[in-house]
């Protein structure tokens, strides 16, 4: 028990640490600003409508406003920080005086992990809470819906900081991975499109063709499909107890687990033989 | 660490990165089933409520062929026979077992567990190679079923923002609407609900604006400058085609969003009961509203369309129901005795009136006469309750009996006198009590005047208009004789 509590200890005040760096970053800060500004903003945008007809559309327009500024948003700020926080210690050398202590690799990815974590859930939460203090003024009743979305939301996040993580293990500065990771979101985005190159190969009937299209089939079964999150989106607006979002969500929770663990397990092969 | 042990780590890394993938990959193939159930299910839902409800729309096409291949697997499966209540002997329209368990949200679980389960497999498979195909009527907005049918666009990417795009696209219609630009307007609507089809008051405020505002200033079109309309059988001006515009708006968006209860009320109360005074139909969809989660006032519209549509027993249980159900809401308690009396009244009449007619129909004196006493008590009690409602419409139906009474006695005119001036009194009576007076002027062979004639005409859907069938023209016009011919 000992062991493992001593084992944790250290990632524990490496995220804390990475935690305390990361919050204050400026950028970080802008971008924090800038989505409270559109989600408190969105409530202003239902004065363009018409104010004599009483209807739901005021609240349709905060809660697609802001779960989109949160998606947005937050995974800029997921983006940026788990770009950031590895090769910004190497950057100021912080790095060789943390692995010359008697810390394992693994201990100092995973706390720096963590750390990133940590700085995406509050931000995460921030945003949540001022997107659900808006809905609860104007609707009056506790959007529980909301968290759930929010709760998904997160784990999409956790699979495109794990594999912005292992970019950045492999780089020496934060652009790379950051440029990497906006290029995962989009393509995590655009996975069905691989869908769509497996129906349309072999139509041609060359060889060549069909080792696309089975290529294609491999990829969209391997790679992260951010599409499957967009029940987020979908579980603001729609109806409580709708069958498919009660099995969707834990599976879609367990799927953010499992690629979150895979991209870890990459930034650790890349970090584990790299010379610092 | 020595090379082996480094190489033993690396291994063991690898293995475990390969081992999170092949995971992955499993739930990737597991959410990908989910999403196409889904896609499936949302389907079902759209042609049970098709099906079920919206008969005129019926066409035997992929979708018919494919639910009805559902409905023979479903007959099969004894957790899904078991949820068909008792076959209802009054209903005669031929509606699939599938569809009966999808007009109950309650079983919503277990048509999701049909839609994912390994017997809907092959029905699934063939339901996604339809879709890819753009051949299905009812999937063509279902938004998971639209993302597994891919294409090459960025569809994919701004899915979770078509949402967004929907509420901008509003505003403008929401701009086009207060500079009067209607047409404009109409194709943005079905823009925005086409970008989001949950967009529930999309639908219903551009119902409203289809039905209300649009036509707020627009006369009644006269009958020889309507046109037929093949699709809903009726000859239409400007006007009224704006009426089943809304109506196939809001048909739209049920068959979307076939649980939402506010869809069902705006069709059934504001278009059919308000707009077309078409009380059957304001029936069955106010009907469908009080099946989901609704309003407080949702039951009440129904009762009131139950009573206009002469359905007073019905009308009469659900606001004695009602009132026992909130006995602390001062509205209901204040409301519904009212409409309780009004339907008991309604009642007795109706009986009464059964009783004299079997009456005039039986053959034994004695009979006759035990009937015409049973008729006239009922007949005093109906004006007793009339009595205690104490408002105009009480009176009015008052007024209606000494006439009915009048006409009884043979003395017609006088029963044509009194009506022509309670009509005026009792304005909640006014077209019933003019259609009194032609029914008794029919009856007595008193002349109609030329208003009363046109109304006649119009009553009896004798019109004529341009691009009417050959044989619907034929039926009308001889009808049109008929009429002439009788006055």
Known sequence: MNRIFSFFSGPASIAMYTYREGIRKKVLIGFLVLSLLVIFGSSFISSFLDPTTETDINLKLIKDICVTAIAIFGALITIYISASVVPGEVENKVIYTILSKPVRRIQYLMGKFLGAQLIIIVNLLLMGMLFFMALYLRQGVMPTLLLWSLLLTYFQFVIISAFTFALSCAASSPLVPTVGGLFLYITGNLTEYLKDVEHRAGQTGQMLDKIIGDIASGLYAILPNLQNFSLSTQIVTGQPNDPPADVLIPNLILYGMVYGLAGFACAYLVFWRKEV | MSALSKNIQRTIIIAFIIGTL??????????RH???????????????????????????????????????????????TGLIPPKDESNTAPISALSVIASDYTHDKELWNFARSKEAAPLREEFL?????????????????????????????????????????????????????????????????????????????????????????????????????????????????????????????????????????????????????????????????????????????????????????????????????????????????????????????????????????????????????????????????????????????????????????????????????????????????????????????????????????????????AGMPEDEIEKRSQAAQELDAAN
């Open chain 2, 22 to 31: 092949a995971i992955g990959a499993v739930l990737n193939l597991h959410l």
């Open chain 2, 129 to 465: 190679s339809l879709v890819r195909e753009r051949k299905l009527r009812f999937a063509q907005d279902i938004q998971y079923a639209e993302a597994q049918a891919g294409g090459v666009n960025l569809f994919n990417f701004f899915f979770g923002f078509r949402k967004v795009a929907a509420n901008f696209v509003w505003l403008e219609v929401d701009r086009y609407w207060h500079q009067g630009n209607t047409y404009r307007m109409i194709t943005l609507m079905r823009t925005c609900v086409a970008l989001d089809p949950q967009f529930i008051d999309a639908y219903l405020i551009g119902a409203w604006h289809l039905a209300y505002n649009a036509t707020a200033r627009m006369p009644d079109t006269p009958w020889p400058l309507r046109e037929w309309h093949a699709k809903y059988e009726k000859c239409l001006g400007e006007k009224e085609r704006f009426y089943y515009v809304a109506v196939d708006f809001l048909k739209d968006g049920i068959r979307k969003n076939s649980r939402n209860s506010k869809l069902y009320f705006d069709l059934g109360f504001s278009i059919y009961k308000q707009k077309l005074k078409d009380y059957p139909n304001a029936v069955k969809y106010l009907a469908e509203a009080v099946h989901f989660p609704h309003e407080q006032y949702v039951p009440r519209q129904l009762f009131l369309c139950l009573e206009l549509n002469g359905q007073y027993e019905e009308s009469l249980v659900g606001w004695k129901d009602y009132a026992a159900r909130y006995p602390d809401n001062p509205v209901v308690q204040e409301v519904a005795p009212r409409f309780i009396a009004r339907n008991e009244g309604f009642i007795l009449e109706k009986l009464a009136s059964n009783l004299r007619k079997k009456a005039r129909e039986a053959g034994d004196q004695e009979e006759a006469e035990r009937l015409n006493n049973e008729a006239s008590d009922l007949w005093e009690q109906a004006r007793a309750v009339w009595s205690s409602i104490n408002d105009p419409f009480g009176e009015g139906r008052k007024m209606r009996m000494e006439a009915l009474d009048m006409r009884e006695e043979g003395r017609h005119l006088e029963a044509v006198a009194y009506l022509d001036k309670a009509r005026w009194e009792a304005s909640d009576l006014f077209d019933d009590f003019s259609n009194l007076i032609i029914e008794i002027k029919q009856e007595a062979g008193i002349p109609l005047t030329i208003s009363e004639k046109k109304a006649v005409i119009r009553e009896s859907e004798a019109g004529i208009c």
């Open chain 2, 34 to 80: 989910l999403r196409q159930s889904e896609a499936f299910y949302r389907w079902i839902l759209a042609f049970a409520v098709n099906e079920r409800l919206f008969q005129e729309d019926r066409a035997v096409d992929a979708d018919f062929d494919l639910f009805y291949q559902c409905a023979e697997v479903v007959d099969t499966l004894p957790e899904m």
